[in-house]
Nanobody, 117 residues
Framework: QVQLVESGGGLVQPGGSLRLSCAAS????????IAWFRQAPGNERELVAD???????KYADSVKGRFAISRDGAKNTVYLQMNDLKPEDTAVYYC???????????WGQGTQVTVSS
């Protein structure tokens, strides 16, 4: 089993910054990437960013230039640095990974990010 735990969410003002963390533990062998998704009330869950084991990154167009994803291999932790936050970024942010070895998806519990003046 893989456990993903997000942290770092909170209330920030527009233009502010926040860093989210996703700590992975358990049987993470066989995974090839970790991704951040977000879901706002009434909206579908959308992919925000992902990072592969090799370090390649991709971003949704809506966050390019503002968000940065990175990983700390020693602690099996993935970060999402969010800058120039906008009210439209308000959502619950979820960490996700997929084990191709086990054929399973894993999700964290989510962390709330609220951007409001």
């Amino acid at each position: 089993q893989v456990q993903l735990v997000e942290s770092g969410g909170g209330l920030v003002q527009p233009g502010g910054s926040l860093r989210l963390s996703c700590a992975a533990s358990g049987s993470i062998f066989g995974t090839n990437a970790i991704a951040w998704f977000r879901q706002a009330p009434g909206n579908e869950r959308e992919l925000v960013a992902d990072i592969t084991n090799e370090g390649s990154t991709k971003y949704a167009d809506s966050v390019k230039g503002r968000f940065a994803i990175s990983r700390d291999g020693a602690k099996n932790t993935v970060y999402l640095q969010m800058n120039d936050l906008k009210p439209e970024d308000t959502a619950v942010y979820y960490c996700h990974t997929y084990s191709y070895a086990l054929g399973k998806n894993y999700w964290g519990q989510g962390t709330q990010v609220t951007v409001s003046s």
